[in-house]
């Protein structure tokens, strides 16, 4: 089992930054990759950012040169910093992660980006 706990949402002017934070616990020896992704209003589920175990990195097009992934293996968190953010980056972000051949995915945080 393994839990993930998103937070650093919120309300932003476009423009604006933020960093989202994803904390893992349980069973986390046998995380390999984590991503981050995100549901607009009446959308579908989007990936945005991926990290692999290696460090190597995945960036949606509609992400690349303003949001980065991190990780902190030690504190067992990833990251997202959010730049330049755009009215369409309004979303619920979810952190996910697969281990022993299950997919879990946090609760969520809401990032709402006013024009």
């Known amino acids: 089992q393994v839990q993930l706990v998103e937070s650093g949402g919120g309300l932003v002017q476009a423009g604006g930054s933020l960093r989202l934070s994803c904390a893992a616990s349980?069973?986390?020896?046998?995380?390999?990759?984590m991503g981050w992704y995100r549901q607009a209003p009446g959308a579908l589920r989007e990936l945005v950012a991926r990290i692999f175990r290696s460090g190597s990195t995945y960036y949606a097009d509609s992400v690349k040169g303003r949001f980065t992934i991190s990780r902190d293996n030690a504190k067992n968190t990833v990251y997202l910093q959010m730049n330049s953010l755009k009215p369409g980056d309004t979303a619920v972000y979810y952190c996910?992660?697969?281990?022993?051949?299950?997919?879990?995915w946090g609760k969520g945080t809401l990032v709402t980006v006013s024009s």
């Open positions: 996910k992660t697969a281990a022993g051949g299950m997919d879990y």
């Open positions: 349980g069973s986390i020896f046998s995380i390999n990759d």
